[in-house]
């Protein structure tokens, strides 16, 4: 029997309600592969404002480097939205990535065959199935830059700056090309070489690195065209290597055209195996409470966790199959379902899950 530890942080709106359910599915799976999970809850956003006085309390990355993964509800919400810019629960996000070193944000996007009906592209232009990882640079960029208000020459004004250094941009490139060649050996590099210098950097040092990835066909993609792509012929694509901004609008629109934004799990990582773990999607303040949050992105984000950072990947496929089970067999939170169609709660969708674990292969 092997033990794992897992820092939980299950945060604001949903995030209490979804994460519960991938903690009693990694239970689940522990029980059937004898293995053992410990959660360690902790506070982060702005449930860590209300209790504490801050959304990030200063023993969040001393704890959590203590386990072997972190696994992520979801922060945020209009109740503390008057606070000042330092103490929003969205910086939270920003300093335990930055905190914790999480650099290299892997966002799948998967078309389920079970929910083609969702998608917003007609079928003639999906251009195939849709199966693409979306490789964003999580720690630099705009989002880590230099920013402030000063007095312009028409008043106020406020200033955000992009900066990104070229070991920067190695270190995820590298991410990027050994993922490609692992699945189709292709990868888009987005950036808007264009206008901007970073991005002139971006470009030459990923064309540099591809020389040490003779396999992997790269192309390079300004981000509007990237993102007209997508909604175009989003098949064409496999892995996409992207910066932080254009990582974080790409793959909300990659999430959409799936279905669901409801539907998208996530990996942050550092070097090693350490990574923190949540779906792509935000608090939902507006459904908090109701049961009808849809749980399969956190689900699938503990899936990663298995994966990634504790090399469990039968147990990793196993959970898969059984979200996949799940949707062939028409089961369907709200956000997925067709109009008048029955919806399963949060825990019934879960319940659904983890009944299925351990089935045998369709």
């Known amino acids: 029997m092997a033990d794992f530890r897992i820092a939980v942080i299950p945060g604001d709106g949903i995030g ?4 519960e359910e991938a903690l009693k ?3 689940k799976l522990g029980a059937a592969y004898g293995h053992r999970f410990s959660f360690t809850r902790l506070l982060m956003g702005g449930a860590a404002y209300d209790a504490t006085g801050t959304c990030f309390p200063e023993e969040t990355v001393p704890v959590c480097r203590q386990h072997d993964a972190v696994l992520l509800g979801a922060v945020g919400g209009p109740k503390w939205d008057a606070l000042p810019g330092p103490e929003r629960p969205e910086k939270a996000l920003l300093k335990i990535r930055s905190g914790l070193g999480l650099y ?3 966002r799948p996007a998967i078309m389920h065959r079970a929910l083609a009906a969702s998608c917003p592209i007609k079928p003639e232009n999906m251009g ?5 990882l979306i490789v964003r640079e999580l720690t630099g960029g705009i989002y880590f830059g230099e920013h402030g208000w000063r007095d312009g020459a028409f008043g106020p004004e ?3 700056v992009e900066r990104y250094s070229e070991t920067e941009i190695r270190r995820i490139a590298h991410v990027a090309f050994k993922a490609a060649m692992s699945r189709k050996k292709v990868l888009t590099s987005v950036d ?5 210098e970073t991005s002139r950097l971006w470009r030459r040092v990923v064309t540099e690195m591809s020389a040490d990835y003779p396999d992997v066909s790269l192309s390079h993609m300004y ?3 990237a993102a007209m792509q997508l909604v175009y012929r989003p098949g064409q694509f496999d892995v996409i290597l992207t910066s932080n901004m254009f990582g974080d609008i790409l793959s909300d629109e990659a999430s959409m055209i799936t279905g669901s934004l409801g539907m998208l799990p996530s990996a942050s990582l550092s070097d090693g195996s350490f990574g923190l773990y949540e779906p792509s999607h935000g608090s939902a303040p507006d459904i908090a409470g109701k049961g009808i949050a849809n749980p399969i992105a956190t689900i699938l984000s503990a899936s990663m966790l298995l994966r990634y950072s504790l090399g469990l990947t039968e147990e990793a496929g196993a959970l898969d199959r059984a979200v996949t089970a799940v949707l062939n067999a028409g089961l369907r939170t709200a956000d997925i379902a067709g109009k008048g169609a029955a919806c399963l709660s949060t825990s019934q969708m879960g319940q659904a899950i983890r009944d299925r674990i351990g089935q045998p292969r369709a």
């Open 16 to 19: 209490p309600e979804i994460v």
């Open 25 to 27: 599915t990694l239970e």
């Open 104 to 106: 290299a944000n892997l």
């Open 128 to 132: 195939g199935s849709m199966d693409v």
């Open 158 to 160: 406020a200033y955000d």
């Open 192 to 196: 808007k070489a264009n206008v901007l």
């Open 223 to 225: 981000v509007d065209n």
